[in-house]
């Protein structure tokens, strides 16, 4: 019997300790990564459709739009005073607008390869 309590103890402190272990070891920026990762393929997407005729793209450049939009409140959750950072961001909004509002399909993909610039200007600095 208290062979058994002592297995008992030892599993639940076991389990615990594992739970610390795996909180601690966590990346916290998970949700900025994941956002990158998502925008990462719409775009990529985009640029391979733009090649041809442009399906779908209203989409996937409303997804970019959305999430650039989210870009500042992922990175900067405390609201720090990083110019630099949101002028970057602003920027990219500003070329997600031009692809969106491009008329034909070889000026959107024109303007895509604008986001994807935009995109690196930002990771230059601060990736
Ligand atoms: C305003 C700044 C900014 C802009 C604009 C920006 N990024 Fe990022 N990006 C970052 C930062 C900062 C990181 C590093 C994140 C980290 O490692 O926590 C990053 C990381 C990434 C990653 C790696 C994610 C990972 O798994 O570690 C990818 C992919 C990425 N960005 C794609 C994009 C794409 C595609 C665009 C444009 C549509 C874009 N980013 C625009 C700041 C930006």
């Not at 002592?6 to 599993?11: F, K, P, R, S, T």
């Not at 615990?16 to 601690?24: H, S, T």
């Amino acid at each position: 019997m208290r062979y058994l309590a002592c297995v008992g103890v030892g599993l639940f402190v076991g389990l615990l300790c594992a739970l610390m272990a795996m909180a601690l070891t966590r990346p916290r920026d998970t949700y900025p990564r994941a956002m990158m990762n998502v925008m990462k393929h719409a775009l990529g997407t985009a640029r391979a459709t733009a090649a041809g005729d442009c399906a779908g793209n209203e989409s996937r450049l409303r997804l970019l739009g959305l999430l650039a939009a989210d870009l500042e409140p992922a990175f900067l959750p405390g609201g720090e005073d990083e110019r630099v950072f949101r002028r970057y961001a602003d920027s990219l909004r500003a070329r997600i607008a031009e692809a969106t509002a491009a008329a034909a399909c070889p000026a959107q993909a024109t303007a895509l390869t604008a986001v994807e610039n935009a995109c690196d200007d930002c990771h230059r600095d601060y990736r």
